[in-house]
């Protein structure tokens, strides 16, 4: 059992014992954040937090003010480069990566040597929960350019001692031919991702279900935690497919084990929260707000995600402590779509799409036409009578997520396909 736990000791410790260490830990922390970082010193002065004696309790911690990125963002843009979240000088850090910038500007986070070494020690535990070993050879099917994700990745998989194949500068069909080539046992990608490599591979009469991949392992976006995603990768692959989250600004903070039973929370490297959006107040469904413990070259505290999670109430099966989420990561806490005053979250219409296999790729559209909402889908339909695929997933669309919409059938390869972030859900009413 030992193998599947980074830490069995952290991991299965009781809940009274883990928080104090927690606080410990963040109290250890604050000295030399208090010292020499000019964004936090500040802010936690106002809150009047001047040494860390000042956090003597759980209850001194949640009076702590919350970070969000668009003030990080904003102290880059009023101190560049790197901004004045920066606990050392300039010199000590070694690595520079970026969030995508998919919903404004990129945010720059440094590291330093030993940010980095935490960095891989938080990936070990994605990579041990599943059962990945120093025998396993791990591909990694990215283009590898700022983004934090890849590189942690794949150097916490040097950390394990596992063979490490990068994927970058490769078309699709190469990344196939180079997985069989090598005996690849892990794959890491999105799970849109995954889903094209089997779509290319079949193309091409490939059976990946008969390679000797074992385990695929997916973040970036919400997939792999949907269980009609989870199911179709796992068919494709003939592999089990675990889900893993984490951020460019907070760290890798989540994990599967093998019993695919939710997001495991890595709460002997972090402190985790979850509110109400709206109140700031505890919540067992809400907002998720992190706070790393061991990247003190570039530390958030108390930083609200936007993800929007939902607690798990049962225990663990496999003995870990560790709180879990209930389905990972449902969606961002400001993606839900309300169409004609349904709240809808993207990922319960990608859940109810890859119930059916003959359906591959498809895209969302949602529009305002004569003041009335439409939420029209187009899907690639992989057999003979698309028509009848497409009435039955719109029945179904209908009995699952309670709203009628359109559902138009397209060509097979004519949606754009993603190897990062899936787009595929426009809501041209925010386009005015």
């Not at 935490?118 to 990945?132: D, I, K, L, N, Q």
């Not at 591909?139 to 994927?167: C, K």
């Not at 005996?183 to 990608?189: F, S």
């Not at 939710?262 to 469904?285: H, K, R």
């Amino acid at each position: 059992m030992s193998e599947r736990f980074s830490d069995p000791f952290l991991e299965t410790l009781g809940r009274a014992a883990l928080e104090e260490l927690q606080l410990h830990r963040f109290r250890h922390a604050l000295e030399p954040v208090l010292e020499h970082n000019r964004f936090h010193r500040s802010r936690l002065a106002g809150a009047g937090v001047e040494s860390p004696a000042d956090v003597a309790s759980w209850e001194d911690f949640r009076r702590l003010p919350f970070t969000t990125k668009q003030e990080l963002t904003d102290d880059q843009a009023a101190h560049p480069p790197y901004g004045s979240n920066l606990t050392w000088p300039r010199d000590r850090y070694t690595r520079i990566h970026q969030t995508s910038g998919t919903t404004g500007q990129p945010l720059v986070c440094p590291d330093t040597d030993e940010s980095w070494a935490w960095w891989c020690r938080c990936w070990a535990s994605v990579y041990r929960a599943v059962g990945v070993t120093p025998r396993d050879r791990i591909f990694f099917a990215f283009s590898f350019g700022p983004f934090v994700g890849f590189w942690s990745a794949y150097d916490g998989a040097r950390r394990i001692g596992a063979l490490a194949l990068p994927g970058g500068g490769m078309s699709s069909l190469q990344r196939v031919r180079a997985l069989l080539t090598h005996e690849v046992t892990v794959l890491v990608c999105t799970p849109t991702y995954a889903l094209h490599l089997a779509e290319v591979a079949e193309e091409e009469g490939l059976d990946l279900a008969r390679s000797p991949v074992r385990v695929t392992i997916h973040a970036g976006e919400p997939g792999a935690s949907l269980p009609g995603t989870r199911s179709r990768i796992q068919r494709a692959w003939g592999a089990l497919a675990y889900d893993h989250a984490g951020a460019t600004e907070v760290g890798a903070w989540g994990y599967e084990s093998l019993a695919q039973d939710g997001l495991y929370l890595n709460e002997g490297e972090f402190v985790f929260e979850v509110i109400d959006p709206a109140t700031g107040e505890a919540a067992n469904e809400g907002e998720l707000v992190i706070t790393n413990l061991g990247r003190l070259g570039f530390p958030v505290i108390r930083y609200r995600t936007g993800d929007r999670v939902r607690l798990a109430t049962t225990p663990s099966p496999d003995g870990r402590t560790y709180r879990r989420l209930e389905g990972g990561v449902i969606g961002r806490v400001d993606d839900a779509l309300t169409v004609r005053g349904i709240n809808i979250f993207p990922s319960a219409i990608e859940n109810v799409v890859r119930r059916f296999p003959q359906v591959g790729e498809f895209a969302v559209d949602i529009h305002r036409r004569e003041e009335l909402d439409e939420l029209e889908i187009r899907i690639e339909v992989a057999d003979d009578d698309p028509d009848a695929a497409a009435a039955a997933l719109r029945e179904e669309l209908r009995n699952s997520i309670g709203i009628r919409c359109g559902v138009e059938p397209v060509l097979r390869g004519t949606l754009p396909r993603f190897d990062l972030k899936a787009r595929r859900f426009t809501d041209h009413r925010r386009r005015g």
